[in-house]
Structure formats: C-alpha cells, structure tokens
C-alpha cells in the first residue's frame, strides 16, 4: 500500500492548524465504504467499518483510535503516534485522548457549504455530541481546514491529475477518428467505456453520464444519460464531457467536434462565433484567476463576457475544484447563488486545480461547450493538459 | 438504464409509511459521488450533484425535486408524479411542495444506530434546519422506514444476491485449485483480484481488504490487507474472506482450507475440533433466525455454542444484512455493545439476507472462520450459496 498522498496531507494538515489557530481536528467515522467521508482518503487510504477516530492536534501529535480487527491499517502507516485500539466502545479511549491532550477547540466535519468538508453524518454528530456531554470542548466546523488541506495539492498530487488529465486527452484523439454521422450518443459512450477499460480506468463521475454525450441540436443539456435517440448528422455539434480516475485523481474536460460535410470549407458562422465566444470567456476567467481572488470574481469575468457576446448566462459555475473527485471541495469559481452557499466567497490558493467551463446552445446544430483543467500557482497559471483552441473538425 | 429495483422499492416505500403510519419519507442530498446517502441508490438509479429533494408520502404521491441539469434522469424513470427543477435555490420549490402536502411528520435519512440510515450529513441537516425554520413539520428519524425498505429484499434483489453469491462459490473452485505452498497472502490476493477483473466484477468492499487472506498461525486477524510476509506452508490452514459486486448486488462468504503434507492422512484433531465448533454456532444460529427474533437473540446462540465448545467469544457480531453494500442496515445479528448501538435490539423480517461468520484461531495452524449468506422467509431459511460443512483439503 503506498500512504505517500495521506503521509503529505497529514503533514501539511499540521500546518494548516497553526496557520488557522485550531487546536485540533478529529474525523470521526464508521462503515466509510457507504457512508464515506470525503475528508478520509486523504488522511487514511482505506475503508473502515467500527466507529474511527482521527486526531491531528496543532502540535503536530496524531492519534488513531479503531476497532480492533482495523488497527493494523493504521500501525501500518507509521505516522501515527498512538494507535489505540477498542473493542466495545470508542467512548472510553476517545474521552481518555481528548481530556488528555485537552484541545479547546475541535474542528469536526461538517459544513453547509462545501460539501467534500461534510463527511460527518447527523447521527454521527448526535454520538460525537452524545459521548462529549458535560466536556468543556468547542467543536467546530473544519471546513476551513479542508478547504485548504484538500485545496492545495501537494507535489505528489498535481502530478497524478496531470497523468489523468493526459490520458484523457490521449482518449480524445480516439474519439476524433472514431466520430461520423450515424452514431448515437449511447453508442459514442459505450465506445468511450470501451477505451476506458482498455486503460484499466473508470468515470470520474457516475458511469452513466460520464461521458455526457451531447449529439446535434435537439439533445437536452446537463448531466444526462446519453440516449439512444440523438445520432450524429452532418452539421452537428458533438460535444463530450468526460474524465477518468488515474491512480486516485481525476480530469474533467470537455471537447467540441463538428462534423463538417463534404464541399463545406469553413465553419458555419454561429457555431464558430459560438466557440470563440467560449474560448473567449474561459480566457477571460483566466485572466483573473490567481492566488487571493474570491471565486465569484473569476465567474463575474466569463460570465460578464460570454453575456456580452450576445448569449445567455451558463446556470452553474464557471469552475470547481478538481482532485480526488471531480467537485473537490469549496472555493467555487461560480456566481453568488444561494444553491452554493458560502463556497463562492473563498479565496483562490496557490496549488488549486480548478475547471474552466461553459457552453452555449447553437440552435440548427448543437451544444458548444468547453472545459480545460487549470493549475494556479505563485507564478501563473498553468494548463494541466492541451487546451482546445479551435472546433476540432471531422470530415464527413 | 434499468429502473426494475428502485421502481419495485419506491412502491414498497409507500406501504411502509402505511404500516408505520409516518406521513412523509424525505430524502434529502447533493454531491452524492463523494457524499453518498445510501438510501439513494434505492430510489434513485444516479447520483446527483445540486441539492436534490425526493418526497414520498403514505398516500403514495412522489415528487422530485432537482436542478435544472439533473431533473431529466427522474423523468425518465416514469414513477414520479412531479419532477421540478430549479436553477438557483431549491428552498422555494420545496416549501412549495411541502405546504401544498402538509405533512405532520417528515422522516429524514439520520441514525446513530444504522449506518445505512444516516445518510444525511449534518450540514445538509442544519440546511433542512434553517430551510423549515418556522415550519410546523416534525422532523424525524427515517431509521424504521430505511431498517424495513433496505431489509425486505424484493423478488428481483433476491435473484441479483444468489446471482453474487454462485459466482463466489465458482471462484472458491477455483483458488482450491490454484493453493499449494509459497505463496504468500498477497500472491493469493492477486489471484482473487484476477478472477474478478476476468468476471469483470469488484470486490465486495475495499480492494485493499477484499479478500481478506489469512494464512498460518502468525497473520493477524481482521479486516488487514494480505501481506507479502505470511506464505503457505504444509500444514497451514488458509482463510479467505470474499465477496464481489455483481449486477449492483454483493456476496460476502469466508471459507477455510487445510494444505495437508503427504503421509497424513487426516486433520489434526485441534483444526477438525475447530472447524465442527465453528460450524456449529453457525448451526445454531440458523436454527433461531426467523421472523420476529431480536437479532441480538440470534447472536447469543452462535455465542454460547462457541463458548461451550471452549473457545474464546468472536470480537464482532454473528451477522449482518447484505444486499447494494456489504453491511445492508441494521438489525445486526450481534451483541449488546455499545459500539452497535441499537442494531442487535432489531427485529428479523421475512425477506431479510443475512450473514452467519464467526472463527477461532488454532494455535500452530491458522484461522478457521466460516461464513454463510441465508435468506429468511416465513417457511423458514434458505442459503442462499452451498454451505461450507467440510474442511476443503490441498493435499501438497
């Protein structure tokens, strides 16, 4: 088993504690592998059944305490300075830890807002709250702390997202020569799979809109199944939303093709004036994307743009975190709506990889839409793959 | 996409708020790919990213309620008498409803007992909190609705489990076939994991402990993932725990061999008096488990039959539901320990599938642990595989 993420990330939580001034953060899990906490991988690689109880303190100290058949798991990752295992009860060792390093604060799991910093169920909190009645400490939400700690990726990290984002783009260029007209959107993703599992690797989101295939002028937008319905016709957009899961990270991009028909020499005028419309907007988002802007700004600036331009606003958000998952925690590039809470409001942080994303609906031909994976550091802006820069045209 | 088990489970769901006399089941959710409700997959075939809302009422009318990008994937599926979509908040459109519907009670998706019951995340709690501020619905916990609607297997989920379990008894066949001495849990472990990849299935639980190999007196005991360091040898009994995902439904099975040297021609007596034990309690168990037991009462029968045959009391319980996941909900057929919190006072229903495992370590030969999936019915139990009643010999 390699722990080299979870032994970075338990570091850099450490930090992220003295920078914030907290004393101390405790993920309190159980049966992760169905009630899963997004804040457990990143601090332990695997599932555990029996109530868990990780315990990172500001001074750096570490305790484990699990059940006793999954205490192993923990001894095993070495980074731990106590690993206390029980057999009936968790209250005992956890009450016995907790009065002993006497926290004042404890940061639990939970928020409002960013969802990858909620990982502590109801019940979960009615026992963290039941075991802890008459004790002097202040529990908290720790979504601060995972915001930066799943945020800011690590060395380690970046380079994963960038091997996934790669074979992804390596997949793309298949699905350029495969497209011609006559094809579904269910059949264009059953081959997408296809080359998935050639690749050993799954969706990076459910695998039943993962792709999202979008054929041609009457197809619905959004995270929807691909159907059987929509087949590709000369002079239609295809437009491809997909990612895969690499060695535990994952990409998230969107393609545009169109299909060109014979004697046909230049693309049709709205759906290129669509495209750089798009590609305009994404630039423009780019532009202000970096270390200390509010997310909502970054959105401000695309969607300024692309409404400029004459189309209507994207409902959803220009950008997300991407990582372990494909909306990975807060700090949203998105607009001021009450759907997203808090999370348009947080800061850009060096080491964030975010999306850059929209589209607009061409009517006679189709969805035109874009999505590049970004890494924002000190210095600028990075792409982590090639970023699509014209309609990529197949002939028909 | 096929909608037969969440259409067959929707329908059970609303004789369920019948027969509990509850008004109203709410599930309440978003970011399900990393935030999973394990209530979700029941009623609902696709995750989901915005807040999403899925109202059933005894009277048996349905509404969903999701974002604008999401909706489709709940008309499709043709049971819903509303589906409504929203862009920005989906505060409006749910007050809306429940106004209109007026229920008394509104039953949520938290438990401290039932992991499979607290699917809900105390931040999307505290939304549901400030959403119904002053709001005369009584919120409470949907533990009894989701105990019933996840343990009473449907014709169809019934099917898919034997259909798991027969593929796991087909690969035991085959690791029977392939142990001989040298190699070591880790070697057995890629083997297994082999075999699945050619199913095109996965483990049951985490890949890291799924199988669980325990080979010769020295491994330890659990939930441990199979290390390079243990490695058969002539006279090791060898344990493997196992279960794969098939068709969206899981098997969960242990089984135990004895590699048996040249000139010896029958088990040591410690092994075989093992193995007649364990097998025993598992006897003894089925022999109590039918409708209307407290699963606690199930446990104490295994317990007391190991106890009695001189070995010490397993550290877990005797069984648990399987079905979508491998620990299926409450009613454990387990102690009265704190750590299982109200499970073991469950109550047995008819189409419930079960569990029955426990093991005892031989000192200078291994572990021998059995485990047994069983249906229970109202004309008494089926298993739902072969039952192990022999040791299985390697002769090497």
Redesign the interface.
């Known amino acids: 088993?390699d722990y080299t993420i979870q032994l970075e990330k338990i570091q850099q939580a450490v930090g992220i504690l003295q920078e914030k001034n907290i004393d101390a953060w405790l993920t309190f899990v159980?049966?992760t592998?169905?009630?899963?906490d997004?804040a457990l991988p990143l601090i332990c690689?695997?599932?555990?059944?029996?109530?868990t109880a990780l315990l990172i303190t500001k001074s750096g100290y570490k305790v484990a305490i699990a059940?006793?058949?999954?205490i192993?798991?923990f001894e095993?990752m070495g980074c731990w300075d106590e690993c206390i295992k029980?057999?009936?009860?968790?209250?005992p060792a956890l009450l016995e830890v907790l009065d002993r390093l006497a926290p004042q604060q404890i940061a639990v799991n939970?928020?409002?807002?960013?969802?990858?910093?909620?990982?502590?169920?109801?019940?979960?909190?009615?026992?963290l709250q039941?075991y802890l009645a008459g004790k002097p400490y202040q529990i908290i939400s720790a979504e601060g702390i995972l915001n930066s700690l799943r945020g800011r990726k690590t060395p380690a990290e970046i380079a994963r997202i960038r091997a996934a984002v790669a074979l992804t783009d390596d997949i793309i260029g298949r699905i350029t020569k495969y497209l011609k007209p006559g094809l579904s959107e269910l059949e264009i993703a059953n081959y997408v799979h296809g080359e998935y599992a050639k690749e050993g690797v799954i969706p990076s989101?459910?695998t039943?809109?993962c792709p999202t295939v979008t054929v041609g002028p009457d197809s619905?937008?959004?995270?929807?199944?691909p159907s059987a319905e929509y087949v590709t016709a000369p002079r239609n957009t295809v437009r491809i939303d997909q990612g895969v899961v690499l060695n535990d990270y994952i990409s998230d991009i969107q393609r545009v093709w169109y299909l060109q028909p014979a004697g046909e020499t230049s693309i049709p005028q709205p759906v290129q004036h669509a495209f750089d419309a798009v590609r305009g907007a994404i630039m423009a988002a780019w532009d202000v994307l970096k270390p200390g802007v509010q997310g909502a700004v970054v959105d401000d600036a695309a969607r300024n743009f692309i409404v400029t331009a004459g189309y209507p606003e994207y409902?959803?958000a220009v950008g997300h975190h991407i990582g372990?998952?494909?909306?990975d925690g807060s700090t949203l590039l998105g607009p001021r709506?009450?759907?997203y809470g808090q999370t348009p409001f947080g800061i850009v942080e060096a080491g964030n990889c975010f999306t850059l994303e929209l589209g607009v609906h061409v009517p006679g031909y189709g969805l035109v839409s874009l999505e590049e994976d970004v890494l924002v550091t000190e210095n600028g802006n990075e792409w982590l793959g090639k970023p699509q820069t014209e309609i990529i045209v197949v002939k028909v």
């Open positions: 088993m159980r049966e592998e169905h009630n899963a997004p690689p695997v599932n555990v059944t029996w109530h059940g006793r058949y999954e192993v798991n095993r029980y057999d009936q009860s968790i209250q939970y928020s409002e807002s960013d969802t990858a910093a909620d990982g502590l169920s109801h019940g979960m909190y009615l026992t039941r989101w459910d039943a809109y619905p937008q959004g995270h929807v199944s409902q959803h372990r998952t494909v909306h709506w009450e759907r």
